[in-house]
């Protein structure tokens, strides 16, 4: 099954947009986003692709500070880009002062994860890529089990503007390098390939 765009109105302010994402009926258990403006509605992960995202998450938290917390399901909002992304994971700082019960500020995120998925893949590499980075987040880490070089996982860093800088990229079985303020490594060579 691949994502189903709902295009919506050019002359639609973000508010309102934010307002129909919130509060229409989505089918249970599908990712509902909102990606350069148009809404997304996407199938629940694979099994394969949580089998990746539970593996990161188990490593991060043995590094993560006491207050930081790791989401799989919490919105970030980006309304520069016209985004609310819900990344695979996010890491952020706890935050008992949020003003929505749907979305937090994506400028809270230390870290976020995409794990591609092969009918999205291209919002992960680029729009999502671009929004992380206008945001501010430090980190955006890509794992791309669909890359058209075979499966790798890239590090990005450094935003500026809508562009990341790649620290870092390695193919599936090499060990990769989260830096300061995580100093993790992580074996690839866990993630099962497609």
Known sequence: M???TV????????????R???????????????IDGNITVSPAPAYQHNLIAARIQRRLYSVIPEEWEIFQTQAIAVPSRMG????????????????????????LAELV???????NAVHDRISKCAAYAAAGIPFYLLVDRWSPVGPVATLYGEPTGDVYR???????????????????TIDTGEFPTP
Do not use: N
């Open 113 to 119: 994860v995409e794990i591609t998925s092969k009918s």
């Open 2 to 4: 691949s994502a189903l």
């Open 166 to 184: 790649p620290l870092s990229v390695v193919k599936f079985g090499d060990p990769l390098q989260l830096p300061a303020p995580f100093g993790l």
């Open 84 to 107: 609310m992304l819900i990344p695979d994971l996010l890491v952020a700082p706890s935050q008992e002062d949020v003003e929505s019960d749907s979305h937090i500020p994506a400028a």
């Open 20 to 34: 129909l994402w919130e509060e229409m009926e989505w089918p249970e258990g599908c990712k509902v986003e909102i």
């Open 7 to 18: 295009r919506h109105d050019p002359e639609q302010g973000w508010d309102e947009l934010v």
